[in-house]
């Protein structure tokens, strides 16, 4: 393997966080409803969910299903993820609009930033590596990464919506090494999603790390962080 160039990042789930997470408000506002979910019914549907947004044949459908409705798309999603925790379809049908309004407008704090991820940002910023964000958003959003005060580290922060490629498309990670400007053996991406960050990596050959602090992921076949204080082992 060549020297590592160029260190890129995931976006959501991975530098940027809410507390508590979507997967906990969700689940338990779920069980508030009377609703017997047990922690296996929660790995499963939060693996669902990770499979669901790495570009699935599922989001495609839904897209295409509700083009110029986002409020119908978000609102099919709530219904297919109530059926990932086991709630019968029939079921989830009747309730997704009360639990969509709920988490449409329940007060969740900020996004925010590790502080170990800070710490590898300025080790790796100082000696010298490439930094790029790429994510599955479909806009750009190089505002929010000002309000997370992550703006200064980046030479650059890609959106897939921007080529409408989506991980793990190959396309995508072929403009992440565009922008970066290193070779995939030159370059490491974490993420937080095995489905859509570490397949599309390899499809390519770029070097996959599988940030995953909860252990929802086992038995992988990539690098695994459970803080990012564990990453620069991994450089040597």
Known sequence: ???????????????SHHSPSGADVFANYVRSLGFKISDEDKIRSEHWTHFYFAHSLEIQKDEKNSVGDERAFWLNFVKRRLVSLGIPSATALQIAPKVAAYMDEIHRADAFVPDDAFLLLDALKTAGYILGIASNRGQPYWDN????????????????????????????????????????????????????????????????????????????????????????????
């Open 1 to 15: 393997m060549k020297k590592i160039k160029a260190v890129l990042f995931d976006l959501d789930g991975t530098l």
């Open 145 to 236: 990464l000002k309000e997370l005060k992550l703006h200064e580290y980046f030479s650059f922060a890609f959106a897939g919506g921007e080529i409408n490629s989506f991980k793990p498309d190959r396309a995508f990670f072929e403009r992440m090494l565009e922008l970066a400007g290193s070779a995939p053996a030159e370059t490491i991406y974490i993420g937080d999603n095995y489905f859509g960050d570490v397949v599309g990596a390899q499809r390519v050959g770029i070097t996959p790390v599988l940030y995953d602090p909860t252990s929802l992921f086992q038995d992988v076949d990539c690098a695994v962080i459970k803080s990012f204080s564990e990453f620069p082992s991994l450089l040597k």
